[in-house]
């Protein structure tokens, strides 16, 4: 990913070789949902921990699934497994374990391919995006419709981390979130928030800037 500069920030996942047990992986996943489901929960504050008894976890039909996850990646691994899940479906909220079951890894897969070739695929959507099109009716809402930027992103032309780039660049959500009062909204709005910290940092977002204005001035 460094090549790319894109960095997850695993601030308090120091060690990619030390092992979780089950119980460790159960806790992530449960910060993991409580960060792109609760607003006022915030991952890296805790520490990617919560409150949960062992008596609990035992109790659960699916820890055989949490145990093997333990035994099959490290806890760098898993962080990024997660990540992968959460921000990649389209609403948290309804993410449940026999999904992940069933598409974690393809899902995790992908997720990796995608951001190994981040600047590639932003640079592409960006220029297919703006293509004969004057920048800023793109983020314009009309009777308090959708602006076209959230359009595309819904048609699945624009994806979550294009938008989070985006807005890093250029601060379009903060007036989104004033004027559109919709589930829908809400919904993307609440993912860009919890996503971005794991997805970029200072540095990449000078280099996300100058290639979008390189599309734009075009």
């Known amino acids: 990913m460094g090549s790319h500069g894109i960095e ?5 996942f120091k060690s990619k070789t030390a092992c979780m047990t089950g119980f460790d992986c159960y806790r992530t996943y449960l910060a993991f949902k409580n960060h792109f ?15 949960v008894s062992m008596s609990t976890f035992n109790k659960r039909k699916d ?12 806890d760098g691994e898993i962080v990024d497994y997660f990540t992968a899940i959460f921000s990649q479906c389209d609403d948290p ?4 374990i026999g999904e992940i079951i069933e598409s974690g890894e393809k899902n995790y897969a992908e997720w990796q391919k995608k951001v190994q070739s981040l600047r590639y695929i932003f640079k592409q959507e960006m220029e297919s995006f703006c293509e004969g099109k004057e920048f800023n009716s793109l983020f314009e809402c009309k009777s308090g419709t959708h602006p076209p930027v959230v359009k595309e992103h819904l048609k699945k032309n624009l994806s979550i981390e294009s938008l989070i780039i985006l807005d890093a660049v250029i601060n379009f959500k903060k007036n989104l979130d004033k004027i559109l009062d919709d589930f829908v909204w809400e919904t993307v709005s609440l993912k860009m928030n919890k996503y971005k910290p794991f997805l970029l940092n200072s540095v990449t977002i000078q280099n996300y800037k100058k290639i979008l204005q390189e599309v734009v001035v075009k």
Do not use: V
């Not at 997850?8 to 308090?12: F, Q, R, T």
């Open 37 to 51: 489901t609760r607003d006022k929960f915030d991952y890296f504050k805790y520490g990617g921990k919560t409150n």
């Open 8 to 12: 997850l920030l695993k601030e308090n």
């Open 93 to 96: 909220q309804k993410m449940w």
């Open 63 to 74: 820890r055989y699934f949490f145990e093997k996850m333990s035994r099959q990646k490290k």
